[in-house]
């Protein structure tokens, strides 16, 4: 099993930035892909990016323009550096672990942009 806990939300004003990371216990971290979505109030858990065990990363939609993803494995961390926010963007923010058939979640972190 892993346990992941994400740090980084908050309120910010429109044309900000946060910078959310996520942080994973257990070994397998290092060979797992990892993921953060967001779940706006009302609606359904999207995903926002993935990033792979070697590097290769995913974004949803036309995010990566705003959006950044990365890890550090000697860390067992992912970051999601998130610029030019909208207030659209707001959504508590979940990270995500894929362990072979397993998705293991965090609890989320909120993040606020006001217009």
């Known amino acids: 099993q892993a346990q992941l806990v994400e740090s980084g939300g908050g309120l910010v004003q429109a044309g900000g930035s946060l910078r959310l990371s996520c942080a994973a216990s257990?070994?397998?971290?290092?060979?797992?892909?990892v993921g953060w979505y967001r779940q706006a109030p009302g609606k359904q858990r999207d995903l926002v990016a993935t990033?792979?065990?070697?590097?290769?990363?995913r974004y949803a939609n036309s995010m990566n323009d705003r959006f950044t993803i990365s890890r550090d494995n000697t860390k067992n961390t992912v970051t999601l550096q998130m610029n030019s926010l909208k207030p659209e963007d707001t959504a508590v923010y979940y990270c995500?672990?894929?362990?072979?058939?397993?998705?293991?979640w965090g609890q989320g972190t909120q993040v606020t942009v006001s217009s």
């Open positions: 257990g070994s397998i971290f290092g060979s797992s892909t």
């Open positions: 990033i792979s065990s070697g590097g290769s990363t």
């Open positions: 995500a672990l894929y362990i072979g058939r397993n998705t293991y």
